[in-house]
């Protein structure tokens, strides 16, 4: 569990406010270390629809999305 609390310790500080996936064991592994955290886990439909949002939320702001 140490390398997916790295991640989101490492989204935290680049500013990512969302983390977009497909639902499944590892994205549940995520949400669930992100539902304390900062970082607000979303479910997407698919690959492409997790990094279109991911894209679109860095474009609109000046944060990673």
Known sequence: MRGVKAVI???????AEYL????GSTFVL???F???DD???I??????AAA????????????LG
């Open 30 to 32: 995520f949400a669930e």
């Open 52 to 63: 279109c949002n991911g894209g679109t939320e860095s474009r609109n702001g000046v944060r």
């Open 20 to 23: 977009f996936g497909v639902p």
């Open 43 to 48: 479910p997407t439909r698919g690959e492409r």
């Open 9 to 15: 310790e490492t989204l935290k500080a680049h500013g």
């Open 39 to 41: 970082v607000k886990a």
């Open 34 to 36: 992100a539902g304390g």
